[in-house]
């Protein structure tokens, strides 16, 4: 195998950038609050700029995420932004709006751009139209199962990404439907943070072990899935098909955690590229990963094996 996928992780602060660079990752996912959703946390220009160094002194790369719904407020806030991350020599970003296509091209025409359309991108012809547009990669829908994923790549004229590891997003408004919630029960906020630092979750009555993580920010209310994909045992159906990126979603989760998953998975990655005929999944690649796994998340397949119904 010529060629390795990259392996991309998101950082929730330098520290942890750091930390999982040395532990195998081969690109960063950041950004700033008021341009990306649901990341792991939040870096101004001079943290940019920072985490920059760091993965370009690693030979890795370092992605910003632009996949906010972007507003009118923002529209008039976004050039500047972009122009300054593309002259702090950011590899790339994320995108759902064409708005920010629009900026990038003119402010930072040589940063690429990921079209990340959540649950939207999931056939390769629009893909390639947004390829068309001047998009260099697609963010797979995490909807799509394993047969959809490896049968898109080959007709793909833009790389793919998929999501192998980590929570995903299973409800978003743009409502403070938490907030709202509260004042309707007479319970307005304490004053306290409804972010993710609070730890609030849903549990509903007919599934009562599974709690599904919520918070609010200026983007508004997200709510997470209850378990945790993780495609680490059949991973080498997505090194075989060919796909580009591996991302490791590390949002809610300790550095600890994220580390020792970068690892696992970059032990795999190293093995099917040195022999791929001879390569075999060891279930002990698990361990590390299990001994720090939130004992009320389940790891799961996600919808890699799930039939779709359209």
Not at 298 to 307: A, H, I, M
Request: charged share 25%.
């Amino acid at each position: 195998m010529n060629n390795k996928p990259e392996l991309l992780a998101t950082a929730a602060s330098l520290e942890e950038a750091a930390a999982l660079l040395d532990a195998g990752a081969t690109a960063l996912l950041i950004g700033d609050d008021r341009f990306g959703m649901r990341l792991a946390g939040h870096f101004s220009l001079e943290d940019t700029a920072a985490a920059v160094k760091l993965a370009h002194d690693r030979g890795a790369k370092l992605y910003v995420s632009l996949n906010g719904l972007i507003s009118n407020k923002m529209l008039a806030e976004l050039p500047a932004y972009v122009k300054a991350v593309g002259a702090l020599g950011v590899d790339g970003a994320d995108f759902g709006d064409p708005a920010v296509l629009a900026a990038v091209k003119a402010e930072a025409p040589g940063m690429k751009l990921h079209w990340n359309a959540e649950m939207t991108s999931t056939n390769y012809a629009t893909a390639n139209y947004w390829g068309s547009k001047g998009a260099s990669r697609v963010v797979l829908a995490r909807e799509l199962n394993m047969d959809e994923l490896t049968e898109m790549v080959p007709h793909l004229q833009v790389e793919a990404q998929v999501q192998v590891h980590g929570m995903t997003n299973i409800y978003h408004s743009k409502r403070r439907l938490v907030a709202s919630y509260m004042s309707h029960q007479g319970r307005p906020s304490d004053g306290g943070s409804l972010g993710k630092e609070r730890g609030l979750f849903l549990i509903e009555a007919e599934r009562p072990n599974e709690k599904f993580p919520v918070y609010e920010d200026e983007n508004g209310t997200h709510i997470m899935s209850s378990d945790d994909i993780c495609i680490l045992e059949d991973l080498h159906f997505l090194l075989k098909a060919g796909v580009h990126s591996l991302k490791i979603e590390g949002l809610l989760k300790p550095a600890a955690y994220n580390i020792a998953v970068v690892k696992a998975y970059r032990h795999a990655i190293d093995l099917y590229a040195a022999d791929p005929a001879e390569y075999a999944f060891d279930e002990a690649w698990m361990d590390a990963i299990r001994v720090l796994q939130d004992p009320e998340r389940e790891l799961s397949f996600g919808f890699f094996y799930k039939e779709q119904v359209y």
